[in-house]
């Protein structure tokens, strides 16, 4: 089964949060990058990021992650 962003970003941060209440010493998260992002290891099929970039037009859309995270980091968790 393929994840999207935001599963990624909900699993990833669910294992972040419960190591924290562990007692580890966590400062942030820092994500990859906010914009598309193509990796050669996956053919560039794959785009990472909050923000997808038309190559033609060079027109930034943000993605469902985008809103998402944004509402995450407004209610300051999910």
């Known amino acids: 089964m393929k994840k999207n962003l935001i599963d990624f970003l909900k699993g990833y941060s669910t294992w972040l949060h419960k190591s924290i209440d ?3 010493n966590v400062k942030g998260y820092h994500m990859w990058t906010f914009i598309d992002n193509w990796s ?3 053919a ?3 785009r990472y990021g909050f923000i997808q970039l038309d190559l033609k037009t060079q027109e930034r859309i943000p993605k469902k992650s985008a809103y ?3 509402e995450v980091a407004k209610s300051n968790g999910f």
Do not use: L, P, T, V
Request: one cysteine or more; glycine letters at 8%; aromatic letters at 24%.
């Open 40 to 42: 050669w290891s996956n």
């Open 22 to 24: 562990e007692g580890c």
């Open 68 to 70: 998402w995270i944004k």
């Open 44 to 46: 560039y099929k794959n």
